[in-house]
């Protein structure tokens, strides 16, 4: 068997590649599809089934160009609603790729369509099985059960179908298992992902919070409470998927603009560079999500689909990145491109200070010290004296704050609070400080924290 995880890193997605003889499959595929192809033909094989196994919302997939880059079949749960040609599988069914045995498994909770695939090398007996499980089961956590509430079925209802998706299918396998999830820790289609990208069926069964004996009700409670805020963008990109997205050839390249045409732009302009590039100078009204974190995630989540972009950047290079990583979330819009070396327009600019002073400032009377991290992160533990505003939130809430007063911003590690600080410019703040090396630097350097009383009953 030809064997390949490819992982994602922006999206904390897992794709995988399995050949064998003159055949090949792939499963969960991203939106670029060319690695693929370029896998089957260094392989010498034929892709002949693109598998998903579910309607996935933080991303758009590629089976479409793919199936017709390559002939190959599309195939999904029998519960799911495609707009294109589809094998349809249910449980028991089963294909065959060159010597391989792929068996399907339905395994609804994450979603109601979600199947499990189990890959089975038929000339190789001591083998032990692989087992894809999309976002059904992922390594540490479960798929969260409230991102299909649109389509008629509750939390509850969904984490129910999880439990006995769990508990009637996936762990009666052996222990040996192999399990490779279509996630990554960073992924919002779960809540607590560990970074490790793949397992064994028996090291989830010893660890995995989600996996240790309760009864359904118990679980039904814990794997629904919690879950942070479902980002705008996930059910139009679990629509599009059922539909089918269009080639990433065949979407409008952006144009070059000069600074005039940038400063009257109806639309939302997007500096990808790092935050200490982007605080040195930047283009007015621009917001910053560098390319050097979860850019795509993000993305997704601040700047509403179908809005016009333009992007700001140091290279040709990074525009043609960060036009190819919006498009994996569903942004199509891009219609124009500059380059900050050829800028020549007014400049803003937010200083970026250390914890240090960070400390010293907020410690007096009449600054505002904004956390912009996730509510449970914050709980958890954070610097003293910050008021909490999550970073998908402070676009509606920043109203609880005072424009006029000095406000710095920290998050995890300064990614986050320098998008936060872009948000509350636009808003009309006045002066506001990006906090670099965020909470992770305050702790490291010893001052003070504190923890929420919520974390604090929950045993955290």
Sequence with gaps: MKFKQFYLGCLSHASYYIGSGDEAAIIDPQRDVQQYIDEAEANG???????????????????????????????????????FPTLKVKDGDELTVGDVKLSFMETPGHTPEGITILAKDTTDDSAPLKMFTGDTLFIGDVGRPDLIGSKGFTAEQMAAMLYDSLHEKILPLPDETEVYPAHGAGSLCGKSLSKETWSTLGEQRRFNYALQPMTKEEFVKIV???????????????AKNLEGSAPLENLPQPQKMNSEELAAFDGIILDV??????????????????????FASWAGTMIPIGINIAIVAETDEQI???????????HETVEGFALIGEYDGAWNTVEQVSVDDAKNATSNDGVQFVDVRRSQEHANGHAAGTVNIPLD????????????????????????????????????????????????????????????ATACASGK
Excluded at 48 to 59: G, M, N, P, R
Excluded at 320 to 330: K, Q, S, T
Excluded at 403 to 423: A, D, F, H, M
Aim: glycine share 10%; hydrophobic share 35%.
């Design 273 to 294: 560079r790092s935050a200490d590039q982007f605080g040195a100078g930047h283009v007015p009204n621009s917001i910053n999500i560098g390319l050097g974190g979860q």
């Design 224 to 238: 629904a409470a919690d879950q942070p805020e479902v980002p705008a963008y996930f059910p139009l990109s679990a």
């Design 45 to 83: 094989q034929k892709i002949k089934y693109v598998i998903e196994t579910h309607s996935h919302a933080d991303f758009v997939s590629g089976h479409i160009e793919l199936a017709e880059k390559t002939g190959a079949e599309i195939v999904f749960g029998q519960r799911a609603n495609t707009q």
């Design 320 to 330: 043609d990145e960060a036009v190819m990583r919006l498009a994996r979330v569903g």
């Design 393 to 452: 939130r402070l676009a509606k809430d920043f109203d609880k704050l005072n424009p006029e007063l000095p406000t710095y911003v920290i998050c995890q590690g300064g990614y986050r609070s320098s998008i936060g600080t872009s948000i509350l410019e636009n808003a009309g703040f006045k002066e506001i400080y990006n906090v670099t090396g965020g909470t992770k630097a305050w702790i490291d350097a010893g001052l003070e924290t504190e923890v929420s």
